[in-house]
């Protein structure tokens, strides 16, 4: 049995298959990663035994491993082939304690940084003005961040706030909370929803996971001491990435 044959399956791509050769390719090595038969950092077998193997063209197999590198399943390296992605370091975050992104990754020795997606100031929509309880005609402020720790995306945040908490979304740098505690309106208190999702294409590439990979949906309403709203933001946590753990107590009466 080839190197191939033992990794990517003995079975030929059938001719009879409407769907387009590159594409099956994919999903061939797409399963033999979930199966765990191609391993976390291991090599793939060469362009060129892959389309022997296949009896396909090489630009196939370019075509079907560049698309699963866009995706983040794989990566390349300059000269030295294509690698299984790593799995990137998991991340416990407490429920019970109001950190922020930045606070969480640092005391794990990550490094957090952020990739601007969007930052305006707007008339709030009425979901907005609903849940941060604005009047009619109020402003609001939006950011739309992805996360990275140690350069990988962790996370996909869009945080909303009243404008007069934020009037201008130029003046955040980095982390959101250290700038709001500046201001003095750093929040106190939250509710929090967590929710099971599959990513969309957009948001997979963003998060560098396969497309319809497991996430974590988080709602996050955070308020000041006077029960105030501060933020709303709904962020889209790496499944693969987080762990989210509570300590649960016996109440006393
Ligand atoms: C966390 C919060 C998010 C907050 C952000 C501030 C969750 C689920 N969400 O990611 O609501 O806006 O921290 O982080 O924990 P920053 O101060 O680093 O910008």
């Known amino acids: 049995m080839t190197r191939v044959e033992r990794l990517l399956g003995a079975e030929r791509l059938s001719g009879d298959d409407p769907t387009p050769l590159y594409l099956r390719l994919q999903e061939r090595i797409r399963s033999s990663i979930t199966r765990g038969d191609l391993r976390p950092l291991e090599a793939l077998p060469g362009e060129r035994d892959i389309a022997e ?4 063209s090489r630009v196939t197999v370019r075509k079907a491993l560049a698309g699963l590198v ?5 990566k390349q390296r300059q000269g030295s082939g294509t690698y299984v992605s790593a799995p990137p370091q998991r991340v416990e975050q407490a429920l019970s304690r109001l950190t922020s992104f930045s606070e969480d990754m640092r005391s794990r020795g990550l490094v957090p940084t952020v990739r601007w997606l969007a930052r305006e100031v707007s ?13 009619p005609g109020e402003q609001v402020c939006r950011l739309h961040r992805l996360r990275l720790a140690g350069g990988t995306p962790m996370a996909i945040e869009r945080a909303t ?13 980095e982390s959101l909370y250290d700038l ?4 003095g309106v750093r929040p106190v208190r939250a509710l929090q929803r967590l929710s099971a999702a599959h990513l969309s294409a957009e948001e997979a590439a963003l998060l560098e ?11 996050r309403l955070a308020f ?7 933020e ?3 962020s889209w946590y790496r499944g693969d990435a987080y762990d989210f753990v509570a300590e649960l107590t016996l109440r006393r009466e």
């Open 53 to 56: 193997g296949f009896r396909v």
């Open 70 to 74: 866009k995706s983040g399943l794989l």
């Open 123 to 135: 008339l709030a929509s009425p979901g907005e003005a609903m849940r941060l309880l604005l009047s």
């Open 161 to 173: 706030l009243p404008a007069r908490f934020l009037p201008d979304p130029l003046l955040l740098e």
């Open 180 to 183: 709001l505690a500046l201001r």
């Open 209 to 219: 996971v396969p497309v319809g990979a497991a996430a974590l949906a988080i709602d």
């Open 224 to 230: 000041l001491e006077d029960s105030t709203p501060v």
């Open 232 to 234: 709303f933001t709904r």
